[in-house]
T-cell receptor, first 116, second 113 residues
C-alpha cells in the first residue's frame, strides 16, 4: 500500500519570495509522483509529474520538484511566487506498471497563501 | 480540446434522499475515475472504469453508492440513501488509458443536511 504525507497544511509566504511545499511518501513498490493544484471551486490541474529519468522535474507556472528516492520525498519549489499562486497543492503517487489500476493516492494538501 | 464536464456543480439534499452526478470525459479517453474529496482531505478513488468495465471499486460503499458507464463514454454516480458523511466534492477524471495522465473536471459539491 502507498501513503502520502504533506506535513504543512498551510504555508503563508510573501509575494516574490521563494517557497517549498514538502511531500513524503511511503511505498513498498516503485511509484510515479505528481503534484496537482486546485484553485477555489475548481478541479485539480496537473502541475508536474515524475515518471523516470532526471530527478529534477519542471512543470507549469514556474514550479519544479525534485525526486529523492533515498528520502522518499518529492518537494515542490518555486523561486518567486505571485498572488495568483494562492491555491491548494496536492502531492500524489501511483504504483508503477504491474497492476490493472493506476489510482492516485493523494496527500491531505497544502494551502499556499501568498500575501502582498 | 474540451475538458471533463460534470453536472450539477452544486447539490443540497437531505439525508436519506438519493442523488445522481453526471460526468462526460474528454473525447477518446477510455479510462474514467470518480474520486470523493471530503473537506480537508485529499481526493480518494471511489471507482475506476476502463471503457465500460470496472477496474477498481474497492473503496466504493456498495450498499449506497453505484456507478455505471454503459456505453463507455458518459458516467453517472448515484448515492441512495445519502448520509451526512457523504457531504464532499465528487470529482470525475479521465485519461487515455491506465498509467496515463488523469485530467479532472470541476467537481460536484454535495451537501447533505
Amino acid at each position: 500500500a502507498q501513503s502520502v504525507t504533506q506535513l504543512d497544511s498551510q504555508v503563508p509566504v510573501f509575494e516574490e519570495a521563494p517557497v517549498e511545499l514538502r511531500c513524503n511518501y511511503s511505498s513498498s513498490v516503485s511509484v510515479y509522483l505528481f503534484w496537482y493544484v486546485q484553485y477555489p471551486n475548481q478541479g485539480l490541474q496537473l502541475l508536474l509529474k515524475y515518471l523516470s529519468g532526471s530527478t529534477l522535474v519542471k512543470g507549469i507556472n514556474g514550479f519544479e520538484a525534485e525526486f529523492n528516492k533515498s528520502q522518499t520525498s518529492f518537494h515542490l519549489r518555486k523561486p518567486s511566487v505571485h498572488i495568483s499562486d494562492t491555491a491548494e497543492y496536492f502531492c500524489a503517487v501511483t504504483p508503477q506498471a504491474g497492476g490493472a489500476t493506476n489510482k492516485l493516492i493523494f496527500g491531505t494538501g497544502t494551502l499556499l497563501a501568498v500575501q502582498p | 480540446e474540451a475538458g471533463v464536464a460534470q453536472s450539477p456543480r452544486y447539490k443540497i439534499i437531505e439525508k436519506r434522499q438519493s442523488v445522481a452526478f453526471w460526468c462526460n470525459p474528454i473525447s477518446g479517453h477510455a479510462t474514467l475515475y470518480w474520486y470523493q474529496q471530503i473537506l480537508g482531505q485529499g481526493p480518494k478513488l471511489l471507482i475506476q472504469f476502463q471503457n465500460n468495465g470496472v477496474v477498481d471499486d474497492s473503496q466504493l460503499p456498495k450498499d449506497r453508492f453505484s456507478a455505471e458507464r454503459l456505453k463507455g463514454v458518459d458516467s453517472t454516480l448515484k448515492i441512495q440513501p445519502a448520509k451526512l458523511e457523504d457531504s464532499a466534492v465528487y470529482l470525475c477524471a479521465s485519461s487515455t488509458g491506465i498509467q496515463e495522465t488523469q485530467y479532472f473536471g470541476p467537481g460536484t459539491r454535495l451537501l447533505v443536511l
